[in-house]
């Protein structure tokens, strides 16, 4: 018995032949490379590593500037305070009675300097103890004269 088959038919099977094969090769593509869309465990860990390593330095850097922005903020106080002296030392001076002594101008200064100063021991004359938060500085005041202002070391 022979088959006669149409042109039709032979390109029926050819067709359902190569869609077939198609089916199996992507089939094995699957089974032999995955679909890799998303991170191994191992590269999120990585990934975390430096994360942690980085904010571990962010860290230390930020502890080391609230110790320098304190010991910064007592030098302004000191730079503040000079400023205050000089200014006060002028009122005297170009004032119609003018310069009398050293009391009269540290009586009159003003030596709160705002929120966050304090003072320890002091003002006095001489000197005295300023703090800022939790750092805290010895000064001492040298007076006045008829012919400079007094200063804050």
Do not use: C
Not at 123 to 135: H, M
Request: charged fraction near 20%; glycine fraction near 8%.
């Amino acid at each position: 018995m022979i088959f006669h088959s149409t042109e039709q038919e032979t390109e029926g099977w050819k067709f359902f032949w190569h869609q077939r094969i198609r089916i199996s090769m992507n089939i094995k593509a699957n089974i032999i490379r995955p679909n890799r869309s998303g991170f191994t465990l191992i590269e999120i860990l990585v990934v975390l590593i430096i994360l942690g390593v980085l904010a571990s330095i962010a860290q230390s850097k930020l502890v080391d500037l609230g110790d320098s922005t304190e010991n910064r903020a007592i030098e302004v106080g000191i730079m503040e305070l000079n400023v205050r002296e000089k200014l006060t030392w002028t009122d005297f001076k170009l004032s119609s009675s003018g310069w009398t002594n050293d009391n009269a101008v540290f009586s009159t200064m003003e030596m709160n300097l705002g929120a966050g100063y304090s003072w320890i021991a002091g003002p006095v004359n001489s000197g005295g103890t300023l703090q800022f938060k939790s750092k805290s500085v010895v000064l001492i005041r040298t007076s006045s004269t008829d012919l400079s202002a007094g200063q804050w070391e």
